[in-house]
């Protein structure tokens, strides 16, 4: 009997499943296409990562040994195997009964559906996977650009529009299995702010309707991703993209940055609470560059939130709040100057928070590391002790005294040496410091 041409194609492509081998590389390929001068902005455009090429082989784990279980169950079934893991992309495996989890989309499940639009019953034939996701997804937009859904629901408010977000994301074309760009796998996200850092339309968008803590998937049409050029040699024109994006935390920058732009007196004209929003937002954002690190500019904005509380009078019923909030910001600069090597400005700043609460432990023990710096051993016992009176079980006040002890040991030995030397006898029998 003779076979079919078809059906020597695919027994050639399942010889080829069960004899492969599974640490074989896989192809890329990079479209050579160059950029043309009218597309979407470079900021706009994601980093430059090879993709797979349209053909290439799925990468998953599971596929060849599926495939090699499938043909040894039978002929049929080990045509259907090899055509749905050795030859389609991972989109068209997903729309076949795969697996999308966190983004990725896995052939792991070989005619399982679990893809929440499937389970829904609403797969049709001929549909690609972002268009059957597309059904059940949140209309943001109001024209179906931007749709939205929630993986992970957040808390508090929402973010304001030219707000400073800290986020973490991944972009997925439709037929990739890795993400064309993502910051997923740096240490620490960096401080983006909308409408400067953030280019892509739809992802602002997005991000105007999340709270903090929150995990959502969006799925931007080409208007709100790259337009119809897209952004070659990655995205190709007129391409509907996915996002996975988790909102860590925002910062209302912008009101902070008018805010401060006003005079005194028009300062003056605002609530009380409204300054206190003001600094407690500069706090946060010195608290975000210290953490990176940044200490001079951490300084500076935990300054211009002392010099808005310093300014402000409040009456004598809500003076406190603006001495918690003074103490805070107090305490924050003494740690940055002593960042900074700078002692004396550190212990400054720790004389006054301790004005302004005696018995604050925090601000003894910045005032011991200040003296201890300075090498005013007397003065550093003094604040680290009061501090350990305050909590005798802070394992850092502790280990600052040992510290201290030690240098004091070393000092003390130093000066023995010293003054040992100064009237240790000469050659001639006199004593040196005599002449």
């Given amino acids: 009997m003779q076979v079919p041409e078809d059906i020597q194609v695919e027994e050639s492509r399942a010889l080829q499943l069960v004899f492969a081998d599974a640490s074989a590389p896989h192809a890329f390929a990079t479209c050579p296409t160059p950029r043309p001068p009218h597309a979407a902005p470079r900021s706009a455009c994601p ?14 784990p599971g596929a060849h040994a599926a495939g090699r279980r499938a043909v040894g169950r039978g002929w049929a079934e080990g045509m259907n195997a090899s055509r749905l893991l050795n030859g389609m992309p991972p989109s068209e495996l997903l729309a076949a009964g795969g697996r999308w989890d966190s983004g990725f989309i896995c052939a792991d499940v070989v005619g399982g559906v679990e893809t929440p639009a499937v389970r829904r019953g609403d797969g049709a034939p001929g549909r690609s996977p972002y268009q059957r996701l597309s059904q059940w997804m949140l209309d943001i937009s109001g ?50 702010k909308l409408g400067e850092d953030i280019t892509l339309w739809g ?30 040699p990655l995205i190709p024109p007129n391409t509907t993209v996915l996002f996975e994006i988790e909102l860590l935390d925002f910062l209302d920058s912008a009101e902070s940055d008018k805010f401060c732009a006003l005079s005194a007196e028009q300062q003056d004209q605002f609530p009380l609470q409204k300054v206190l929003k003001v600094a407690a937002t500069e706090r946060e954002f010195g608290n975000y560059l210290f953490r990176q690190n940044r200490f001079y500019d951490a300084k500076v904005r935990y300054k211009r939130a002392l010099l808005l509380l310093r300014r402000r009078s409040a009456p004598p019923d809500e003076q406190h709040l603006v001495e918690a909030a003074k103490l805070l910001v107090l305490l924050n600069l003494s740690f940055t100057y002593l960042k900074l090597e700078r002692p004396t400005t550190a212990l400054h700043y720790g004389e006054q928070a301790l004005i302004i609460d005696q018995k604050n432990a925090k601000a003894l023990f910045r005032c011991g590391q200040a003296c201890l710096l300075m090498t005013e051993y007397q003065k550093a016992r ?18 600052e005294l040992k510290k201290l002890a030690s240098y004091y040991r070393d000092y003390t030995d130093k000066e023995k040496e010293m003054c040992h030397r100064m009237f240790a006898p000469c050659d001639n029998g006199s004593i040196v410091g005599e002449n």
């Avoid at 997923?184 to 401080?191: A, G, I, S, V, Y």
């Fill in 143 to 192: 024209d179906r650009g931007v749709l939205k859904d929630v993986v992970r629901e957040g808390a508090g408010e929402l973010v304001t529009p030219d707000a400073s977000v800290l986020v973490k994301y991944s972009g997925y074309l439709e037929h990739m299995d890795k993400p064309f760009d993502s910051n997923c796998f740096r240490k620490t996200p960096r401080l983006m």
């Fill in 203 to 232: 992802m602002e968008l997005g991000l105007l309707s999340m709270r903090r803590g929150e995990l959502a998937r969006f799925l931007f049409k080409p208007t709100y991703a790259y337009g119809t050029l897209g952004c070659p």
């Fill in 47 to 60: 980093r430059h990562v090879p993709h797979r090429a349209p053909h290439a082989p799925v990468t998953c």
């Fill in 382 to 399: 003094d604040f680290l002790v009061r501090a350990q009176k305050e909590q005798p079980f802070n394992h850092d006040i502790n280990n």
